[in-house]
């Protein structure tokens, strides 16, 4: 992964971790668009999180932090899927990200709908924000989040061919690796806090 100058104050760092935290599961299901092997995905998630904490801190509230991760995977997934072989705490090269079918068709379903329905559908099933939480994140009205929920909900079930999308639901934020994220939200979390400790004076900040 390349290093980044970049100045960061160890107050941030609590931040960054909230949005990792909140995001994993949303930069999982991203990543699962580019590969379904574990320590590939794992340096896009990586790499992923670090650049959305870097974007959010320049950008604030101009733009969603959903659209954020959406630009950034866009950008280091196909460049880290045909370069990089990515690189597991666990030393173990060939598991795969999601390993029942049921999840990754979940997964493939929500990655085939708009970014702001599947935005809301896994920060609320998946992160467990309530829609005024989530109002809050997204500073949106929360009936307007309500209404992307429930539209979201009715295209998965199209897309799934089932009526019971809260139940696949379910299945799918139980089937997650939740390693992998925390590995993911370790990783990063390392080299931020690597940063923060590299911290000059903001007037001797270089690009």
């Excluded at 029942?100 to 896994?122: I, M, Y």
Aim: proline share 4%; aromatic share 6%.
């Amino acid at each position: 992964m390349r290093r980044v100058q970049q100045c960061l104050e160890w107050a941030e760092l609590p931040v960054f971790e909230r949005i990792m935290e909140l995001y994993a599961p949303y930069v999982l299901v991203r990543c699962a668009r580019y590969t379904n092997r574990r320590r590939q995905a794992q340096q896009i998630g990586a790499y992923t999180v670090i650049s959305t904490c870097f974007l959010a801190r320049e950008l604030g509230p101009a733009l969603s932090l959903g659209r954020i991760v959406d630009i950034v995977v866009g950008v280091a997934g196909p460049d880290v899927v045909s370069k990089g072989q990515g690189r597991a705490r666990s030393g173990q090269s060939e598991e795969l990200l999601i390993v029942d079918p049921r999840v990754r068709k979940t997964a493939q379903a929500l990655n085939s709908l708009k970014g702001p329905l599947r935005e809301v559908l896994v920060l609320h099933h998946a992160s467990g924000l309530a829609a005024d939480d989530l109002a809050r994140l997204l500073q949106e009205p929360a009936g307007e989040v309500v209404t992307k929920i429930r539209r979201g909900e009715r295209l998965l079930a199209g897309r799934l061919g089932s009526a019971d999308v809260q139940s696949l639901l379910t299945q799918f934020v139980a089937g997650l690796d939740t390693g992998w994220m925390e590995d993911v939200v370790y990783a990063a979390m390392d080299y931020l806090t690597a940063c923060a400790g590299r911290t000059r004076p903001r007037h001797q900040c270089r690009d």
